[in-house]
């Protein structure tokens, strides 16, 4: 199977299975690029435009409230997976070859933590008596990828926007489910929120080995319309994963700092 087979699997298979295929069958980066309207999902987790608010902390004591909460969760894992499987097929042009290998293996190797967070996340909702499809799944960060056409526009909403507020998120959930109790829950949180760590770092990593400008600068050029800095942070700012995916203190400072009117990014929990 080649690089092109794997992600037409990823994306034109409604299998869950076919989703969840480990990178490391992968014989060869080579292949056509191709793009998708939308990924095909089987008719039981298909995308759902029915409102499914996230449990509130009450509710997450109970069984069905840590169910539906992890169940939100796989989603985002699964919609990371088809996102990057579709970020293999970007343009690519301002790379050279080595560069786009490398980065290629490298998000071969991200696709495969993901997958196992799926993992993890269902185990334990499967646990709890639910199954994967039983909550409506929502295709919003789709929607933002698909507004994204380069690598470089796919580091910035993916890497340094969606999983860095990933970064305050799993955080926030690995100290709310040890406080209730939910210990196991909280260890898998904390299993995410080590890898996210990583996933940023890569993101940063590259937008800021081609660019000398300050990195604040590139990426509100590369985010898509609509998408602000305010959706790089969770329900409390966490410096330290942060430092440790080794963003520079300025673009730190910038994100923990940005406020804006956008009322679904406006959180009054977010510290300054």
């Not at 937008?207 to 969770?234: D, Q």
Request: net charge neutral; hydrophobic share 40%; with cysteine.
């Amino acid at each position: 199977m080649n690089l092109e087979q794997f992600s037409r699997t990823i994306l034109s298979s409604g299998k869950l299975e076919d989703k969840l295929i480990n990178p490391s069958i992968i014989s060869s980066l080579e292949g056509n690029s191709f793009s998708v309207d939308r990924p095909l999902r089987d008719l039981k987790y298909d995308f759902s435009n029915k409102k499914n608010k996230f449990p509130k902390i009450h509710y997450l004591e109970k069984d069905e409230g840590t169910a539906k909460a992890l169940h939100f969760f796989a989603n985002h894992e699964l919609l990371a997976i088809e996102i990057m499987a579709a970020a293999l097929m970007l343009d690519f042009k301002n790379q050279n070859e080595a560069e786009e290998l490398k980065i290629k293996q490298q998000i071969l190797n991200t696709i495969a933590e993901e997958q196992k967070h799926f993992k993890l996340y269902q185990a334990k909702f499967n646990q709890l008596g639910v199954e994967f499809g039983d909550h409506p799944n929502n295709d919003f960060f789709w929607k933002l990828f698909k507004q994204t056409s380069s690598i470089e526009e796919y580091f910035a909403l993916v890497s340094l926007t969606f999983e860095q507020a990933n970064l305050d998120f799993a955080q926030h959930f690995h100290h709310l489910f040890n406080k209730i109790e939910r210990k196991e829950t909280a260890n898998i949180m904390k299993t995410v929120l080590n890898d996210e760590i990583s996933h940023v770092g890569l993101g940063y990593f590259w937008l800021n080995k081609w660019n000398t400008r300050p990195m604040r600068e590139v990426y509100l050029e590369l985010l898509p319309e609509l998408v602000t800095p305010s959706r790089a942070k969770g329900i409390s700012f966490c410096e330290e994963p942060r430092q440790r995916a080794k963003l520079d203190q300025d673009f730190i400072n910038f994100i923990r700092d940005y406020n804006d009117d956008y009322k679904i990014t406006s959180r009054k929990q977010w510290k300054k």
